[in-house]
């Protein structure tokens, strides 16, 4: 019996490495997987080249178009819900989900975090952990709810932080292992039945 595919959305707001990463892992092992919108809250994102160049459909989100956040959000699930999206993967998404997201897709959301949480969460994960002078970090993957980084944890990989580190360096290492990392633990869900 075939797997029914399963209709995923990744959320990015930058330059979108992961964006690309998780797309070609799961075109590289024919996963019953479809990448099929890439939601952007920034219009100038180097994303969107990306997700031209892999041709998935986009939408690009000015929340200050909005009155707040759950008229945006409403917008988002409108989408998401015609395109009937599955779940939901975060992958350097710079803004917290609202509850308008989360009732909808509470569950059905990971996130990837450039840190190990509970240490270093919010925005500058690989930073703080750097200027904190720690001999190793790494990267999270979590379950997201209402919080910063807070949701329930579902995998973590540990990386080195070198004597002589500069924090190029050290960043450089995080993505390249995120770039692994996300696809492989994607891959555990699916298998599991989770997502």
Not at 124 to 152: K, L, N, P, R
Not at 172 to 186: C, D, K, M, N
Request: net charge negative; glycine share 6%.
């Amino acid at each position: 019996m075939v797997a029914p595919v399963k209709r995923i959305a990744i959320f990015a707001s930058g330059e979108g490495t992961n964006f690309t990463a998780l797309c070609q892992a799961f075109a590289r092992q024919k996963l019953p997987l479809k990448v099929c919108f890439l939601v952007c809250d920034h219009q100038n994102s180097n994303v969107l080249k990306r997700a031209a160049r892999e041709h998935v459909p986009t939408l690009v989100v000015n929340f200050k178009d909005y009155p707040d956040k759950a008229a945006a959000e409403q917008v988002v699930a409108a989408k998401l819900a015609a395109a009937q999206v599955d779940f939901i993967l975060l992958a350097g998404y710079m803004r917290i989900v609202g509850p308008t997201l989360l009732a909808e897709y509470t569950g059905k959301m990971i996130n990837i975090h450039p840190a190990l949480l509970p240490q270093f969460p919010g925005r500058h994960g690989i930073e703080d952990a750097y200027q904190a002078g720690v001999c190793e970090t790494g990267v999270t993957i979590h379950w997201v709810d209402a919080g910063i980084d807070a949701g329930q944890i579902i995998a973590q990989s540990k990386v080195p932080v070198y004597p002589g580190d500069s924090l190029p360096e050290l960043e450089a290492r995080i993505h390249a292992r995120e770039h692994e990392f996300y696809p492989a633990v994607v891959t555990e869900l699916l298998e599991k039945g989770e997502i």
